[in-house]
């Protein structure tokens, strides 16, 4: 992988890149664990400027038309999150010069505030060719990070590093494009400053051989063009139809039932069938999952049980996965496991060598378990990996997409959103085995003992395999999350040594050793971050959030403002007053507190500044799912607290009655 310097280039064509689309993949670390950004993609023409509102790929119009750039959008990863950007540069209109890589961040959040800027480009098969780090963002509110741009018959990479202090609007405005949100149709992105001012910094100097319109963007005497919304979606509706059964007890009937399953070998087949035969009919799913593989915008077919030729006799993956797209096939074998079947590295390596025979471009495995760090989970022969891609899809990521599209961003096709809800139904039945990630491991029940005995102590391996499944199940957690909510939900780093796999475990290592705890902080947008605490010694979990008060005259009305929301909330939550500058302070049970706020007033007159809510669950102590198991109990104390607590506060009625008169 080529490390790139601000304002270096680098020829694509010298990179050793695979055949197929490019993936850039924009990421960061936030210290406040309370920030975003939106990445953005501009397509422009030799005179500096989009040529048309098609050209301007952002969060209101995800694709382009012709599907040569696409918003994969926001993953939760081990780490945190990051955005993916497809770029299919073989397919692009032949009047695009450059591919401009950019994101912006709102209500006055700078690109300053965040660590780790980082923009990486992977080839076809998801090997990364090249990464260019920024370390020196200050005030800016929109940021190019690079661009792809054309010489001759190729393409090259141009490491930008630059920013606006006007956000999107001032970054739009630059390339001729008029962020407008009057009108009903019209996109709205969020307004970071008025006016829209041009960058503060100089624009990138094209190497010495650039070719005419290489440089930066200007004026070209054109008006502003519009940027409207993406056309009305549709989505399953969120209330039931009325029942007619005559009884509780009728089932309605389903598409993909789960009945008669009656071994892990019949839940493989319909799993893989089922998920197959939904990709190929809603075109908007089974590009979603495509892009992830890097595979092209194109007609998607799908079979199941193909046999190929192996050695001396015949080998028969679970599914064969075909894109066509301008005249050329993009193939891929899949591999499927449910429940908690483990995938068999002879199994796939004999996949890689058929797909390798056959010129097909990837192996895709497919289980409950997840990727971490962009590692697969399965150890291969790396000299098979040379042609074939090999890459791996959790079912809890199959079932995350298919929630955001049914529920949040809509398919063209009502009957499209029905295949999706009835695929999630599916997925979600205990008896398909494709719940996703469901068990800590062999190694969860002897450190948990190790703990609470005290025995347990740096170096033992099972707690690094404890520390490991921890990460997957807080992952897991924030893509039900996301799906559930349609927001971008994702693990928090607040250090720039957090992104280390092998640091970030040895701290959790370290952590259960001291005080028999495991820790999690979870960004929700719209509120602070959640701290998600499981301690192994009291077995209890412990989800918290800090939130500003409203800024009221008087302690005790800032108390009274914060009950009257939480008047449903259980009665066990701890809310704790905090000052400025005070890391602890009056703290006690909301139903005392309903009966007596004056408790939460600081006995020494210090304006109250936030409060802090924490809910005790109680903990399960088995490795797996079922009603007494460790991760079912960590989902369930997430979803209780997101559902009686965190969703019915109004972190903004502070704002507005800091505004009101007194």
């Known amino acids: 992988m080529q490390q ?57 119009q995800p694709v382009t038309a012709d599907e040569s750039v696409r918003l994969l959008g926001k993953t939760p990863t081990a780490t945190g999150s990051e955005d993916q950007i497809l770029v299919d540069l073989s397919t692009l209109r032949s009047d695009v010069q450059r591919v401009v890589v950019a994101a912006s961040r709102y209500a006055g959040a700078t690109f300053g505030a965040l660590d780790d800027l980082r923009l990486a480009v992977f080839d076809g098969g998801g090997e990364p060719l090249l990464a260019f780090d920024i370390k020196d963002a200050d005030t800016e509110t929109a940021f190019i990070f690079g661009e792809l741009y054309r010489r001759g018959d190729g393409w090259k990479f141009r490491a930008v590093g ?24 019209e996109a709205s992105p969020p307004a970071d400053a ?68 009656r071994n892990d070998q019949e839940r493989e087949t319909r799993a893989t069938a089922t998920l197959l035969a939904v990709m190929a009919q809603v075109p908007e799913f089974g590009r979603r999952l495509t892009a992830r593989f890097s595979a092209p915008a194109g007609t998607v077919q799908t079979f199941a049980e193909a046999s190929f030729k192996h050695g001396d006799g015949k080998v028969r993956p679970d599914g064969v996965l075909r894109v066509a797209r301008a005249g050329r096939i993009w193939t891929a074998l899949i591999e499927t496991k449910t429940g908690g079947n483990p995938l068999k ?84 039945q205990d008896s398909a085995g494709c719940q996703g990630f469901r068990d800590m491991g062999s190694a969860w029940v002897p450190v948990r003992n190790a703990v609470t005995s005290g025995t347990l102590r740096l170096g033992d391996r099972r707690a690094m395999q404890v520390a490991e499944s921890w990460e997957k199940l807080v992952r897991q957690l924030c893509l039900r999350l996301s799906g559930q909510t349609g927001l971008a939900i994702a693990p928090v780093l607040r250090r720039r040594r957090d992104g280390d796999a092998s640091v970030r475990r040895l701290q959790t290592v370290t952590s259960l050793v001291e005080t028999g705890r495991m820790s999690a902080e979870v960004r929700i947008p719209g509120g602070g971050p959640v701290m998600l605490e499981a301690d192994l010694r009291t077995g209890q979990i412990e989800t918290t959030v800090e939130i500003p008060a409203a800024e009221r005259a008087r302690s005790l009305t800032r108390v009274q403002w914060l009950l009257r929301q939480l008047g449903d909330a259980p009665p ?59 991760v079912r109990s960590v989902d369930t104390a997430m979803d209780r607290f997101h559902q009686e607590v965190l969703q019915v506060l109004k972190p903004e009625a502070a704002v507005s009655e800091a505004k009101s008169p007194m």
């Open 4 to 60: 790139m310097s601000k304002g270096a280039n680098i020829d694509l064509s010298g990179t050793g890149a695979m055949s197929g689309p490019l993936t850039v993949a924009l990421s960061w670390t936030d210290p406040s664990g309370a920030g975003e950004a939106d990445v953005s993609v501009l397509l422009v023409g030799a005179d500096g400027m989009v040529g048309g509102d098609a050209d301007f790929v952002f969060y209101n």
């Open 162 to 185: 630059q920013g606006y202090e006007s956000g999107l609007a001032g970054l739009a405005a630059d390339f001729g494009i008029n962020a407008d949100d009057s009108g009903e149709e």
């Open 194 to 261: 008025p006016g829209t001012a041009q960058p503060e910094v100089p624009a990138p100097v094209p190497d010495a051989a650039a070719a005419p319109g290489e440089a930066a963007p200007s004026g070209n005497g054109q008006g502003p063009k519009r940027v409207r919304t993406a056309k009305k979606k549709t989505t399953v509706p969120k209330a039931a139809k009325v029942s007619l059964a005559e009884h509780a007890s009728w089932q309605h009937a389903r598409l993909f039932p789960v009945t008669g399953l």
């Open 572 to 630: 066990e939550l701890r809310i704790e007053a905090l000052s400025p500058g005070r890391p602890t302070g009056p703290c006690d049970l909301l139903k005392n507190l309903l009966a007596e706020p004056g408790l939460l007033v600081p006995e020494d007159g210090k304006p109250i500044a936030s409060f802090r809510l924490t809910l005790s669950s109680g903990m399960g102590a088995k490795r797996g799912t079922e009603e007494t198991g460790f």
């Open 345 to 428: 590295a002879e199994q796939v390596e004999a996949y890689l060598e058929v797909a390798a025979r056959h010129g097909y471009e990837t192996v895709i495995t497919l289980s409950n378990d997840l990727a971490l760090d962009g590692e697969h989970p399965l150890k291969v022969d790396k000299r098979l990996l040379r042609k074939v891609a090999l890459r791996h899809l959790s079912w809890a990521e199959v079932a995350h997409e298919a929630d955001m599209l049914c529920h949040h961003d809509g398919v063209a096709n009502p009957v499209h959103a029905w295949l999706l809800s009835e695929l999630l139904h599916y997925l979600r």
